[in-house]
């Protein structure tokens, strides 16, 4: 199975902030990547789809780039809402799903 | 607007059942994937069971072959998990979550489900 990892598994952050947070697959994924928000005491939200689309309604402060084995989520400047829980999860059309093990926010 | 609503979580005893329900509204359930997917305390996302649209697939992670079912009702625009020989390990809020080829688009807002004694 493929197996995906999340770099960093937390980060002290400051509003205003770019923040970058890195998502590797174990095998290449070609761009069948996703992007989760899970703020506490709530269900996950897709932010990002196909490793470079912003679902509909999200800010634009939030991007995603990669293709293959490495992706990466920014958001250019850091909002007091965006602190959370970030999560990618690779798919095929079929399953298993399998998520990354989350990178948590946190503001200093 | 995209609702779904689980239902169903409660306290259970090691080794017995429950059945978890989700009511979905605002789009045409059947033609849409549907998947269970859960949370333990303090702890990630884990993918449980997806269904396809007119039961064209249905798959469990390999954790939970074997115990847990997971089945549709279209006419009722109903999703189910029935979970059996529950363990301590599966206390954790079981998200209803709907899917267009993988991508996970709306989540209910989950039901705990806690195994103890």
């Known amino acids: 199975d493929i197996q995906m990892t999340q770099s960093p598994s937390s980060l002290s952050v400051s509003v205003g902030d770019r923040v970058t947070i890195t998502c590797q697959a174990s095998?290449?994924?070609?761009?069948?990547l996703n992007w989760y928000q899970q703020k506490p005491g709530k269900a996950p939200k897709l932010l990002i789809y196909?490793?470079?689309n912003l679902q509909t309604g999200v800010p634009a402060r939030f991007s995603g780039s990669g293709s293959g084995t490495d992706f990466t989520l920014t958001i250019s400047s850091l909002q007091p809402e965006d602190i959370a829980v970030y999560y990618c999860q690779q798919y095929d059309s079929l399953p298993p799903f399998i998520f990354g093990p989350g990178t948590r926010l946190e503001l200093k | 607007e995209v609702h779904l609503v689980e239902s169903g979580g409660g306290l259970v005893k090691p080794g017995g059942s429950l059945r978890l329900s989700c009511a979905a509204s605002?789009?045409?359930?059947?033609?849409?994937?549907m998947n269970w997917i859960r949370q333990a305390p303090g702890k990630g996302l884990e993918w449980v069971s997806s269904i396809g649209r007119d039961n064209t697939y249905i798959s469990h992670a390999d954790s939970f072959k074997g115990r847990f079912t997971i089945s549709r009702d279209d006419a009722k625009n109903s999703l189910y998990l029935q979970m059996d020989s529950l363990r301590a390990e599966d206390t954790a809020v079981y998200y209803c979550?709907?899917?267009?080829?993988?991508?996970?688009?709306?989540w209910g807002q989950g039901t705990l489900v806690a195994v103890s004694s």
């Open positions: 196909d490793a470079s």
């Open positions: 095998q290449d994924i070609s761009n069948y």
């Open positions: 979550v709907r899917d267009y080829r993988g991508t996970f688009d709306n």
């Open positions: 605002g789009f045409p359930f059947s033609s849409f994937s």
